[in-house]
């Protein structure tokens, strides 16, 4: 039984669409199709209800797939077991906010090179919304972002958080200590509405019995980076962002009465029976996660 054929079949099932299968694979939609008649062909069974345009499994097709997904994991402890190559040769498509890519991303990256040289990236930055629904329709393998994903197969793993702090000029903000009030006589700058970072600011003001703060939603940390350098306002960034942007770039990180909420961020990811290099990765990434969020902490302290 050629374990190829197998494979697509249970991305088919996975995905709910022979479509996203051949994305997933890099396949043609006819390839992807033919592999799955093939192997129709040799259980002499339809595996497949083609009847509608609606994917639907046969109920050969539902008793089948439990047994695909138990095969690819043979496959994959045999390759272990036997050393015939950790990993296979593999594009990784990883999808994550901007947080993540202005902290630690690089360096889990450059670990990756370094410990599997057969890996291939495909890195989509975009927001946490989006993320999520690429990773759900199959567009994404990994992504890393500030809720989790959910739906049949989807796994996720949670990576500390990330302290956010406020930051201002170091030239123009000098402060040893900023109270509500002073916060609240600042323009104020953070992520997209309705965002994590964008809702804790809002609740952080409600709590403290502020009044309704001034607040720019800016999509981009560059944008807002470049903003604060200006002289515009004061954002609300990760604590681990702002320790690399300080080295380059006039920021400040400004000590303040009470403490914004930290932003939560989750390794969601398919998984895959067939895939060594998956787990690795979200085992690593976490570990990379932990470490400087760890950093961070000892450096706020």
């Keep these: 039984m050629n374990l190829r054929f197998v494979e697509a079949f249970h991305w088919a ?60 994991e043979m496959q994959m402890h045999i390759k272990a077991e036997m050393g015939s190559g950790a990993v296979r040769e593999t594009v990784l498509r990883v999808g994550a906010i901007e947080s993540v890519v202005h902290s630690w991303l690089t360096g889990w990256l450059k670990h990756m090179q370094s410990t599997y040289p057969d890996f291939e990236l495909e890195l989509t930055v975009e927001t946490t919304p989006v993320l999520v629904d690429q990773l759900q329709r199959g567009k994404q393998d990994l992504v ?65 019995g502020g009044a309704a703060p001034r607040v720019h939603a800016i999509s981009s940390i560059s944008a807002m980076a470049q903003l604060v350098e200006a002289g515009f306002g004061v954002a609300t960034l990760p604590r681990a962002v702002v320790d690399g942007l300080a080295r380059r770039l006039p920021l400040r990180v400004l000590p303040s009465e009470g403490t914004l909420e930290p932003l939560p961020i989750y390794a969601s990811y398919r998984d895959d029976p067939s895939s060594l290099l998956l787990e690795a990765a979200v085992s690593s990434a976490v570990v990379h996660g932990s470490h400087r969020a760890g950093s961070s902490k000892k450096s706020m302290s």
């Design 13 to 72: 099932v996975a995905l709910k669409s022979v479509t996203r299968a051949a994305e997933k694979l890099h396949l043609t939609q006819s390839a992807l199709s033919s592999r799955i008649a093939a192997l129709e062909r040799e259980l002499g069974t339809l595996l497949l209800d083609r009847r509608d345009k609606q994917f639907r499994l046969t109920v050969a097709g539902q008793r089948f797939h439990a047994f695909a997904q138990k095969l690819l």
């Design 144 to 208: 890393f972002a500030a809720l989790p994903a959910v739906g049949d197969g989807v796994r996720t793993r949670a990576v500390p958080p990330m302290a956010m702090c406020f930051v201002g000029h170091r030239e123009l903000h000098l402060r040893r200590r900023y109270r509500i009030a002073d916060l609240l006589s600042l323009d104020l700058l953070t992520f997209q509405r309705g965002s994590q970072p964008h809702v804790a600011l809002l609740e952080f003001f409600r709590e403290a």
